[in-house]
């Protein structure tokens, strides 16, 4: 029995459970709640395989599923050092929106619950997808039920956010569909692997131009989703909006598939695309590391201001990606998950104050340090990790990423740089005007984190020191998924500070 | 010989502390607290003891921290000659700081904060030190970072505490910047950060005449090491600094954490002896510190702050010495440092302890028969941060001040004038404090054992460190030509007692005077009151602009306007075409009749006509 | 006697005419019924090109299209009108400008 | 010599379910007689059987298909995809509409009667092999619809749609004729077939001008039925003004039926000239597309909304008619199936929301349907999802049929603006699920009544169509492509 | 001879058909619409169709007209009085007849080759014996089919025109 296949049913049976179960009862939660942790343990089995080898996909999924005269699309799936971390990371914190929904959602829980579970089904198949037409089924579906959860349990603008983040994620992803399609009639197969033999057999090459249409196709859709710079306009509107445990997950989770998607297929499929751009999206990165951060200093509302952070953080994760160093694209993984948790437990404490203030507006805390001492200790060391402090999950990643960026071309690590000035400076000014200082009057009543409230920040927390001080437990099969996929694009310049420009020949062969 | 020991035992402390302190009493947080340092100061020896004489550097690789690609770097402790001396100060004065803690936080609340903070802290200290590469040091760099972030803004109710560890946390990361890209640079020319290779590597190659990528590294550390050490331009966090409670003043920003540059650029000597002009920067920006913050320090009304300034002042000639190529001469003093420095603060600490609170030295004075011993031993302190003969200060000062004299007599002459100005405004405020009648309100009394008796401790210290033999111990590592230079000497001590009967004169005998000098000094005596307006100008030059920009230009401008605004404008104008076609469905069934009309005719234009004869 | 033939594309040309009388008369006359007749007209211009084209073919296909255009025209003038008496039972006008309540 | 005339009992056969249509459609317009009020529905239930009688004729049909009656019609794989499709289209709307025709008081069979005759339009349609029967066909099926569209005899919307579907129907009707007449005199011929001899010979075929000429202004005639641009001015006014089932009859059925036979007669008779008309096409389908989606953006009534976009969805198809390839007639097929399935949902959904006398049909009505009737607003989803073209939906793939064939035929931009479009288009169907969803309940949802059986077989049919096309589509694909390889 | 008929008979039915166009009152435009079908009947005539010149004026002219005017008569419709609505209609459609009937012009003129002339009675198979034939043997189909169409088109006519039940 092929575990993948396990891993992947599981939440769609908790779907259909879930929707099954009555509506007014703790049914709906159980069920929820055993059925992702069943699939986190079951993820755990992923892992193995991967260690022993990671350059290659393990337990795969291959069924045949569209089988006609026209079309041959197989539904297949694999697992190996990039993704393997991701899926974990959301089997991982699956459980925990379930867990936080139970108090941050008021009403209809038993819906969220189904959609939480179809959610994690769309993001399993995402992270997992080798085919690339199941990739973009799975990349809607993951797309609709966070519309729905966004649009239905959101704020007082959800049905403004919710429009925006779909038709903003709608217009890119068409795009790469183009691309698909045309990569399908082009090459006849719409299988990862399937078009890089093709192209590396030689058979068929697509010419420097193409390259560079397609990749952008696929583009679009990744920087949307990211955000890069100027694409980010859903972003803030949407996590603000989201209810507590949709934002935690939109931000942990969701935002890692674009860059994921920059990584797995943009950069490998259309190398010579990858690099004719590849200057103009570092200069989009590193604009979003600075403005974001920037634009964070000033923020009056604390999601908002986590969110303008995380635009700058994934801009790293770009960075490092374009990067084509060994570094760079290793930091840009570790950086995913460690910003999966970083800003995922920050954005989950946002919830729980939220919930106890029924505001995020930083006007109305202050002070409250005395009041909860946990929530703020929990606070402080998701933002330490956020502000890359060592021996917390982020600076490995934006270390590596920046080494990547130094050997690369030196002065794109000296801009990445001061975004991590900037962030030490809008965090504590964040945190000073909500923890400290003198409480405002009228006095607030801010009880001090639960014990159902710790259960999911804890095992957070620990992955955060986990991941910071002891990486050799997660980065073996990245670095060697890696170094694997910068070899398929020819392009692993260790130590080299120019990139090296593609030569024209040997371009037109994208292997 | 697990050297992991030596920080592992207050990383411990903090995690007890820090998890159930709350629930604890006092005397088990002591235990702990001190009990922590003390093992660990205990284990130093032990290591020491063992290691002797400690020839050549003793490593210990524990596990891979990170391994991208060829890039590797090992969590490693590494034990020298250097590291012995800053790990016996930094134990051993932390351990007295500790103890002295008991006596003045008796009465603050979150006592075990303070202590689960403080063992925080001295474990990132010791990795900072014991750090066999670049990034563990960097680890350490960082942590301290923290700890003095959080210690400072210990008092989190008052926000001039906030703002103070804030500041310090931001100058310190702007400082990081520069030591992260030297890093980077670092792994560029080298492959490696680690101090074995890098040294290794160094011997090979060429000392850098131009300006190159050692010169270019090298700088970028520094901007680091100014930043942490708080030397010009980055210094202006330190003096806020003293918001925080006084023992903390004591270890992180007066013995320990604020050597922290001092120590990395001494680590890396051998690098920087290859880049001769981030040498001369290392010693110019030293020296110019040295006076520039000295020259504010005559002026300040608050003792700590005095101290403060004088700190920073200190580090200047740290500096000088290293940059001056005087590295073993820099760590002298920045041992010597740590001992009177300490003292200096834990006695004002005694003091303000005394008057429950108060720190202008407006209002003290005549508590030299109030509190006798806190008396004494600021007067050793006093005599050795001036450089009195016979104290410590004055070996590792003349040791700096005949490099100068012999590397550049200009550089030397700034830090002999220096010398005077330190030993004027510490005897200004030593004699405001202890002389003349109580200008008080409040009922001085001298301080209790657990803080006298660090005191003394530190007092003998600060007067009979200067006889262990610093430059020797080190000179295996960094040779230091030992050149008793006895003009050079004599003037410098000249200048000392100098300032110290002047500061006699003004404050002691001619009270009156000090105030008609203020009279006729008049600008120059409010620019100087004013610290230079080095923070307004800042705040001016800096942070207000950058603000302004992030709000109205980036946030409401791009953001709001452009990006948002642009792609919601899109929407509409698609909207608006939308608008318009829907006008085609006038309703009227003669008006669709002519569309269709229309139609057909551009369909048999494009198909009946087009092409024309074919 | 010899009979001077008329030229075939006279009679198209007349069909082509009376067709665009036909559209005119739809696009410019405001009785619903009226606009139904120049549909009428339409038709039988049509026919004429029927004819005219099965003349030329020597076929009589197109008379039988003619016919069945016939019928059809036939059939639709009872729907047609059937459609129109319900359109003036509910608002008693046959002003084609009026029926415009469905729009945009 | 009448003897070669005579009709084989095969062809008969091969005609069955236009035959079977009539006489239940004759059959029911007896019984309504004799039956009372309350019986009605029974016909209704007769007509449904009809319906299926004539499905299954239609598969036997095709067992042994072939031309017939002096190859008016032809029973090929694709007349039988379409003449299956209008078949399920027909039945699906007859359950949509007893409980409104209950509500609204007007239960007759008649109704059922007249949805069958224009079936058989539809079917002759489908099968049709000459212009003639083209004619016929179309004439027999608009006038049933006119009918239906003024069902309501009463109300005055229903006369409005009806009046205006008439009068410009017969107008386009008169230009297809003209088409034909000019298509005749040119080549002598009306079977699709010798036309399409005829033009690719170059010895007799006519100026490439006139044979245009003809070509346009059919295509005018068939434009219109198919509701594309410029000639779609008609659709969102009778979609609003009809009846809600019958507007989902009308723009799945005929529609259906009306590309079936334009592609017919465009990739067969006009085959030849190919390279002539498809640049118009390409101009249509985008014109299309842009007008359908641009134009709905700001439409608050949902059945006007369904018709622009149903103007919409026909530009899709026209984009695989632009492909000119078999691949984009089988992608034709595969999308006018997913659509009539997911379209004809919506409508029922809308009609079951309308409440009597259509009283609910704007956007806001639906406010709440979520916690009302939660089954049916996920059903509702189900469609409009679909009609975005989300995955897993039929709509979705349909739209990946399309553009796959665009592409193989080299239509970039075609390609990349339809699939803007599809973005575009996700802006309006959105709202409904807002309103659906993420509003407060409405007092239209408030007093809702639980979904009659009629209705809610309808709506859980289309859905799961709509699933299964998205999910396991190989079956039709392997068909349709099969099919499409009949028109050469 | 053949001439002279032609253009009589197409100018009396332009000139009807203009008249249909600018009559204002439903039934004078009813008149020449049968004006115009009588004229186009003779045409038919010309052109060897006797058996569809005979419809045209029985069917035709009889049946649907008398239809029309009936309707007329039913629903004594006056004469209609414009209003300013569907102004597009009224300023585009005059140019685009007149470039629709060019077009036609050009092509018919100019492309189409010049087919032997219209001789009368050189064409005399459109009798209603030769059309019954066809209809019954080719036709078939179509013609069963149009009894259908009859069908429906009563049932809806009943259906639409009839009184009210209730």
């Given at each position: 029995?092929?575990?993948l296949?396990?891993?992947l ?6 779907f ?15 069920f ?7 699939a ?5 089995g992923l892992i193995g ?8 996909f393990?337990?795969?999924?291959n069924?045949?599923?569209?089988d006609?005269t ?9 697992i ?23 108090t941050?959602?008021r ?7 189904a ?14 997808a080798?085919?690339l ?10 797309l609709?039920?966070m ?10 603008r959800?049905?403004y956010?919710?429009?925006?983040f ?9 795009l ?6 045309y990569?399908?009639s ?6 990862y692997?399937?078009?890089?033999n093709v192209?590396s057999?030689g058979?068929i090459?697509?010419?420097p131009s193409d ?13 949307i989703?990211?955000p890069i710079?100027?694409l980010?306009?859903?972003?803030p ?7 507590a445990?949709?934002?935690f997950?939109?931000?942990?989770v ?16 259309f ?5 004719r751009c ?8 590193i604009?979003?590391?600075?403005y ?15 969110a ?8 790293f994760?770009?960075l ?6 060994q570094?760079?694209?290793?930091g ?5 998950i460690a910003?999966g ?11 729980t104050?939220?919930?106890?203030r ?16 946990g ?17 917390l999950?982020?600076?490995?990643g934006?270390?590596?990423?920046l080494?990547?960026a130094?050997?690369t ?5 000296v ?6 000035i900037l962030?030490?400076?809008y965090m504590l ?5 909500t923890?400290l200082?003198?409480?405002p ?5 801010m ?9 999911p920040?804890v ?17 073996p099969?990245?670095?060697?998924a890696?170094a694997q996929?910068l ?7 260790e130590?080299r ?6 030569t ?5 062969h994208?292997? | 010989?697990?050297?992991w020991?030596?920080?592992l035992?207050?990383?411990i402390?903090?995690?007890l ?6 629930r604890?009493?006092?005397?088990v ?5 001190i ?9 130093v020896?032990f290591?020491l003891?063992?290691?002797?004489p400690?020839q050549?550097p003793?490593s ?6 990170i391994k ?6 090992g969590f490693?402790?590494t ?14 004065v932390?351990?007295l700081?500790?103890i ?8 603050e ?6 202590f689960s903070?403080?063992?925080l ?8 030190v014991?750090?066999?590469n ?11 970072g ?10 989190y109710l ?10 310090a946390f931001v100058?310190?990361r ?5 030591f ?6 670092t792994i ?6 680690d101090?074995?290779h ?6 090979a190659?060429?000392?850098?005449t131009?300006?190159?990528?050692l010169?270019l ?6 901007v680091?090491?100014?930043g942490?050490?708080?030397q010009f331009?980055?210094?202006v966090w ?33 690098l920087?002896d ?13 020296v ?15 003792i ?11 580090l200047?000639?740290m500096f ?20 009177f420095?300490?003292l ?9 302890h005394g008057?429950?609170?108060e ?5 003290m004075g005549?508590?030299a028969?109030k509190?006798?011993?806190t008396?004494w031993t600021?007067l050793i302190?006093?005599?050795?941060i ?12 003349d040791?700096?001040l005949?490099a100068?004299y012999?590397?550049t007599?200009?550089?030397f002459w ?10 004027f ?17 409040e009922?001085?009394h001298e ?6 008796l ?11 460190g200067?006889?262990?033999s610093?430059?020797?111990?080190l000179?295996p590592m960094?040779p230091f030509a030992e050149?008793?230079d ?8 000249g ?7 002047l500061?006699?004169?003004?404050y002691v ?8 000098l ?9 620019l100087?009151?004013?610290k ?14 950058l ?20 792609m ?7 909207a608006?075409i939308?608008?318009?076609?829907r006008q085609?469905?006038s309703?009227s ?11 057909s ?6 198909l ?7 | ?5 008329v030229?075939l ?20 006359r ?10 009428e ?5 049509v ?9 030329h073919?020597?076929q ?7 016919f069945?255009v016939?019928?059809?025209?036939a059939?639709?003038a ?6 129109i ?5 509910n ?12 729009k945009? | 010599?009448?003897?070669?005339f005579?009709p ?6 091969r005609f ?22 309350r019986?009605k ?10 319906i299926t009688a004539?499905f ?12 017939a ?5 032809i ?11 209008v ?10 509409s007893f409980?409104?025709?209950d509500?609204e008081?007007a239960?007759?069979g008649?109704?059922?009667a007249l ?5 058989v ?20 099926s608009?006038?049933?619809?006119y009918v ?5 005899r ?7 749609s009806?009046l205006?579907?008439f ?6 009707t008169a230009?297809l004729?003209?088409?034909i ?22 010895a ?7 044979a ?7 295509f ?10 410029p000639?779609q001015?008609w ?26 036979v334009?592609f017919?007669v465009f990739?067969t ?6 390279e002539?008309?498809?640049?118009l ?19 608050t009534?949902?059945?006007r ?7 919409a969805?026909?530009?899709?198809v026209m ?6 390839s078999?691949?984009?007639?089988a992608?034709?097929m595969?999308y006018?199936?997913?659509y ?9 959904v ?6 009597r ?5 704007k956007?806001?009505?639906?406010a709440?349907?979520g916690?009302r009737?939660?089954?049916i ?7 409009v999802?679909?009609?975005i073209?989300v995955?897993l ?6 739209k990946?049929?399309?553009f796959?064939?665009?592409l193989?035929?080299?239509l970039?931009?075609l390609?990349?603006l339809?699939?803007?479009?599809s ?5 309006y169907?959105?709202k409904i ?6 509003r ?12 009659a059986?009629?209705?809610?077989i309808?709506?859980?049919?289309t859905?799961l ?8 589509p ?9 099919s ?5 | 001879?053949d001439?002279?008929l ?9 000139v009807c058909a203009?008249?249909?166009i ?5 039934i004078?435009s ?20 006797e058996?569809i010149?005979v419809?045209?004026?029985i069917?035709?002219a ?27 209609a009224?300023?585009a459609g ?6 629709f009937?060019g077009v036609m012009?050009?092509?018919?003129r100019?492309i ?5 002339g ?6 005399t ?5 030769e059309?019954?034939?066809v209809?019954f043997?080719?036709?078939l ?24 039940i209730?």
């Amino acid at each position: 029995m092929n575990i993948l296949a396990v891993l992947l049913a599981l939440p769609l049976i908790g779907f259909f459970v879930v929707l099954a179960s009555p509506r007014d009862s703790k049914l709906p939660f159980f069920f929820a709640i055993v059925t992702s942790l069943a699939a986190f343990f079951v993820s755990l089995g992923l892992i193995g395989p991967v260690f022993a080898d990671p350059a290659h996909f393990t337990s795969v999924l291959n069924l045949p599923w569209i089988d006609s005269t026209t079309f041959q699309i197989r539904f297949h799936l694999g697992i190996d050092g990039i993704n393997v971390w991701l899926i974990l990371l959301t089997t991982l914190l699956i459980p925990i929106g379930v867990w936080i929904s139970q108090t941050q959602i008021r009403e209809r829980h038993k819906g969220f619950y189904a959609l939480l579970m179809l959610f994690e089904f769309g993001l399993i198949g995402v992270f997992s997808a080798v085919d690339l037409f199941v990739f973009y089924v799975f990349w809607e579906v993951a797309l609709v039920p966070m519309y729905l959860m966004v649009g239905s349990w959101g704020g007082a603008r959800r049905g403004y956010a919710a429009v925006k983040f779909f038709v903003y994620t709608m217009l890119g992803s068409v795009l790469m569909l183009g691309s698909i399609i045309y990569l399908y009639s082009f090459t006849g197969t719409s299988d990862y692997q399937g078009i890089l033999n093709v192209f590396s057999s030689g058979r068929i090459t697509i010419s420097p131009s193409d390259s560079v249409i397609l990749f952008l196709g696929f583009f679009a859709a990744f920087a949307i989703k990211v955000p890069i710079f100027p694409l980010h306009a859903w972003l803030p509107v949407a996590y603000v909006e989201a209810p507590a445990p949709a934002t935690f997950l939109l931000a942990a989770v969701m935002s890692k598939m674009g860059a994921y998607g920059l990584l797995r297929f943009c950069v490998p499929l259309f190398p010579v695309g990858a690099h004719r751009c590849a200057d103009w999206i570092v200069i989009l990165a590193i604009i979003g590391i600075i403005y974001g951060a920037l634009v964070a200093l000033v923020q009056r509302n604390i999601k908002r201001l986590i969110a303008y952070s995380s635009i700058s953080h994934l801009g790293f994760i770009v960075l490092g990606i374009f990067t084509f160093s060994q570094n760079g694209v290793d930091g840009a993984v570790y950086q995913m998950i460690a910003h999966g948790l970083s800003t995922g437990a920050l954005f989950l404490l946002a919830g729980t104050m939220e919930q106890r203030r029924g505001s995020t507006e930083i006007s109305d805390f202050g002070g409250i340090a005395p009041l909860a001492p946990g929530l703020a200790s929990a606070f402080m060391i998701a933002m330490l990790a956020s502000m890359g402090l060592p021996t917390l999950c982020n600076f490995i990643g934006e270390y590596l990423v920046l080494q990547g960026a130094a050997l690369t071309h030196f002065p794109w690590a000296v801009f990445a740089a001061i975004g991590v000035i900037l962030s030490a400076a809008y965090m504590l000014w964040m945190y000073q005007r909500t923890f400290l200082g003198k409480s405002p009057e009228p006095k607030i009543a801010m009880p001090d984190l639960t014990l159902s409230e710790w259960v999911p920040v804890v095992p957070l927390i620990l992955f955060m020191v986990w991941l910071g001080s002891y990486t050799q437990s997660f980065m073996p099969p990245i670095t060697a998924a890696n170094a694997q996929l910068l070899e398929q694009t020819r392009i692993s310049n260790e130590y080299r500070v120019q990139l090296a420009a593609p030569t024209a020949p040997e371009a037109l062969h994208a292997r | 010989m697990n050297l992991w020991l030596i920080p592992l035992f207050p990383l411990i402390g903090f995690l007890l502390n820090g998890l159930f302190g709350k629930r604890l009493p006092k005397p088990v947080i002591n235990l702990i607290g001190i009990g922590s340092v003390a093992l660990s100061f205990a284990y130093v020896l032990f290591v020491l003891s063992k290691l002797y004489p400690l020839q050549a550097p003793f490593s210990e690789h524990y596990f891979t921290w990170i391994k991208s690609g060829a890039l590797e770097i090992g969590f490693d402790l590494t034990i020298d000659r250097l590291t012995s001396i800053m790990l016996l100060v930094v134990t051993g004065v932390g351990l007295l700081i500790h103890i002295y803690s008991i006596g003045y936080m008796a009465h603050e609340n979150g006592y075990y904060r303070f202590f689960s903070y403080m063992n925080l802290f001295m474990f990132f200290m010791l990795v900072l030190v014991l750090a066999s590469n670049l990034l563990v040091l960097f680890v350490g760099w960082e942590g301290v970072g923290l700890c003095s972030y959080l210690l400072i803004g210990f008092y989190y109710l008052e926000n001039f505490a906030n703002d103070a560890a804030k500041k310090a946390f931001v100058v310190n990361r702007i400082g990081d910047f520069g030591f992260m890209l030297g890093i980077l640079l670092t792994i560029y020319a080298f492959k490696s950060l680690d101090f074995g290779h890098i040294a290794a590597a160094m011997s090979a190659m060429p000392v850098e005449t131009g300006f190159g990528i050692l010169t270019l590294i090298t700088l970028l550390l520094f901007v680091g090491a100014a930043g942490k050490s708080a030397q010009f331009p980055l210094y202006v966090w330190l003096p806020d600094a003293m918001a925080g409670p006084t023992p903390v003043s004591a270890l992180i920003h007066a013995a320990t954490m604020v050597t922290a540059g001092v120590y990395m650029i001494a680590r890396l000597s051998f690098l920087y002896d290859h880049a001769p002009i981030a040498m001369n920067v290392v010693a110019v920006i030293g020296v110019f510190t040295a006076a520039f913050a000295a020259s504010i320090g005559i002026l300040q009304n608050d003792i700590k702050k005095v101290y403060a300034y004088s700190t920073v002042s200190q580090l200047g000639y740290m500096f000088l010495g290293l940059g001056v190529g005087a590295y073993s001469a820099g760590i002298f003093h920045l041992m010597t440092h740590a001992f009177f420095k300490a003292l200096l603060f834990l006695g004002a600490g005694s003091v303000i302890h005394g008057l429950s609170g108060e720190q202008d030295l407006r209002h003290m004075g005549g508590l030299a028969k109030k509190m006798p011993i806190t008396c004494w031993t600021l007067l050793i302190a006093s005599l050795s941060i001036s450089g009195f003969p016979g104290f410590s200060g004055y070996f590792s000062k003349d040791a700096i001040l005949s490099a100068a004299y012999v590397h550049t007599p200009w550089m030397f002459w700034v830090g002999a004038v220096t010398a005077g100005m330190t030993a004027f405004y510490i005897f200004r405020a030593y004699f405001l404090t202890f002389f003349g009648k109580y200008r008080g309100h409040e009922h001085p009394h001298e301080s209790p054992l657990v803080m006298t008796l660090p005191l003394i401790v530190l007092a003998a210290l600060a007067f009979g460190g200067g006889y262990i033999s610093v430059p020797n111990w080190l000179s295996p590592m960094m040779p230091f030509a030992e050149h008793q230079d006895t003009t050079a000497m004599a003037i410098s001590v000249g200048f000392g007692i100098a300032g110290i009967l002047l500061a006699l004169f003004l404050y002691v005998m001619r009270p009156a005077l000090a105030e008609s000098l203020r009279e006729s000094a008049g600008p120059l005596y409010t620019l100087i009151y004013n610290k230079y307006y080095v923070d307004e100008i800042y705040n001016a030059v800096i942070v207000a602009p950058l603000k302004y920009i992030s709000r109205v230009i980036l946030w409401h401008g791009v953001d709001e306007g452009v990006v948002d605004g642009g792609m919601n404008g899109l929407g509409r104008l698609v909207a608006g075409i939308g608008g318009l076609l829907r006008q085609l469905q006038s309703g009227s069934v003669r008006n669709y009749a002519t569309w269709i009309m229309a139609g057909s005719l551009l369909v048999i234009f494009i198909l009946g006509l087009a092409g024309g004869m074919r | 006697m010899h009979i001077s033939p008329v030229p075939l594309s006279w009679y198209l040309m007349l069909s082509a005419v009376l067709f665009t009388l036909g559209v005119a008369g739809f696009l410019y006359r405001k009785s619903v019924i009226t606009v139904f007749m120049s549909i009428e007209l339409m038709l039988n211009a049509v026919n004429l090109s029927f004819i005219a084209f099965s003349y030329h073919l020597r076929q009589i296909d197109g008379h039988i299209y003619a016919f069945f255009v016939m019928v059809v025209a036939a059939a639709e003038a009872a729907v047609g009108l059937a459609i129109i008496l319900t359109i003036f039972k509910n608002r008693g006008t046959l002003e084609i400008d009026e029926i415009d309540s469905l729009k945009l | 010599m009448l003897g070669n005339f005579l009709p084989h009992g095969v062809e008969y056969l091969r005609f069955l379910p236009e035959i079977l249509l009539t006489v239940f459609g004759t059959l029911i317009m007896i019984l309504e007689v004799l039956t009372s009020e309350r019986q009605k529905h029974n016909l209704g239930n007769l007509a449904l059987i009809g319906i299926t009688a004539a499905f299954i004729a239609n598969v036997y049909a095709y067992s042994n298909g072939g031309a017939a009656f002096q190859n008016m019609i032809i029973v090929d794989a694709y007349g039988t995809f379409f003449r299956g499709l209008v078949l399920v289209v027909g039945f699906l709307c007859i359950l949509t509409s007893f409980s409104y025709l209950d509500r609204e008081k007007a239960q007759s069979g008649e109704y059922y009667a007249l949805i069958l005759f224009s079936l058989v339009g539809q079917c002759v349609l489908a099968t049709a092999y000459d212009l003639i029967m083209v004619f016929i066909g179309l004439e027999i099926s608009s006038i049933a619809t006119y009918v239906l569209a003024d069902y309501l005899r009463n109300d005055r919307r229903n006369n409005e749609s009806s009046l205006k579907y008439f009068l410009l129907g017969s107008f386009a009707t008169a230009f297809l004729l003209y088409g034909i007449a000019w298509i005749y005199g040119l080549t002598g011929y009306t079977n699709l077939q010798e036309i399409q001899r005829v033009l690719s010979d170059q010895a007799q075929r006519p100026s490439i001008l006139l044979a245009g000429l003809a070509a346009g202004l059919m295509f005018v005639g068939f434009g219109f039925k198919v509701s594309v641009a410029p000639f779609q001015v008609w659709a969102p006014d009778v979609y609003q003004g009809a009846a809600a089932p019958v507007s989902a009859f009308m723009s799945a059925g005929p529609k259906a039926a009306a590309f079936a036979v334009f592609f017919r007669v465009f990739m067969t008779s006009f085959g030849p000239m190919s390279e002539r008309w498809m640049p118009l096409v390409w101009g249509c389908a985008l014109l299309t597309m842009v007008v359908g989606n641009f134009a709905a953006l700001r439409q608050t009534n949902i059945k006007r909304l369904l018709g622009y976009s149903s103007i919409a969805h026909a530009g899709y198809v026209m984009v695989a008619l632009t492909a000119r390839s078999q691949i984009g007639v089988a992608a034709a097929m595969y999308y006018l199936a997913s659509y009539a399935l997911m379209n004809i949902g919506a409508f029922a959904v809308v009609s079951y929301v309308a409440g009597r006398q259509e009283r609910n049909v704007k956007i806001e009505d639906l406010a709440g349907l979520g916690r009302r009737q939660p089954v049916i607003a996920a059903l509702l989803s189900i469609f409009v999802f679909s009609l975005i073209g989300v995955p897993l939906t039929g709509g979705f793939f349909g739209k990946f049929y399309v553009f796959e064939a665009a592409l193989d035929s080299h239509l970039y931009w075609l390609t990349v603006l339809g699939l803007v479009n599809s973005a575009i288009s996700a802006y309006y169907y959105l709202k409904i699920i807002v309103a659906a969803y993420m509003r407060e309940p409405g007092p239209a949802t408030a007093e809702l009544p639980a979904p009659a059986p009629g209705v809610r077989i309808a709506i859980w049919a289309t859905a799961l169509g709509t699933l299964a096309l998205g999910i396991f589509p190989s079956p039709l694909i392997t068909f349709a492509s099969y099919s499409a390889s009949a028109l050469r | 001879m053949d001439t002279i008929l032609f253009i009589i008979f197409s100018i009396v039915s332009v000139v009807c058909a203009f008249n249909l166009i600018f009559q204002k009152h439903p039934i004078s435009s009813a008149l020449s619409l049968i004006g115009v079908m009588g004229s186009l009947a003779v045409l038919y005539l010309m052109l060897g169709a006797e058996f569809i010149a005979v419809a045209q004026v029985i069917v035709y002219a009889g049946a649907v007209m008398v239809l029309f005017i009936f309707v007329i008569m039913l629903l004594n419709a006056g004469s209609e009085h414009g209003s300013g609505k569907s102004w597009f209609a009224q300023i585009a459609g005059l140019p685009l007849l007149l470039a629709f009937i060019g077009v036609m012009g050009f092509l018919i003129r100019g492309i189409l080759p010049a087919f032997r002339g219209v001789e009368f009675g050189s064409f005399t198979r459109g009798t209603a014996q030769e059309i019954g034939r066809v209809l019954f043997t080719e036709y078939l189909l179509p013609f069963e089919l149009t009894s259908i169409l009859i069908l429906i088109a009563i049932m809806g006519a009943v259906l639409l025109a009839r009184k009210e039940i209730d």
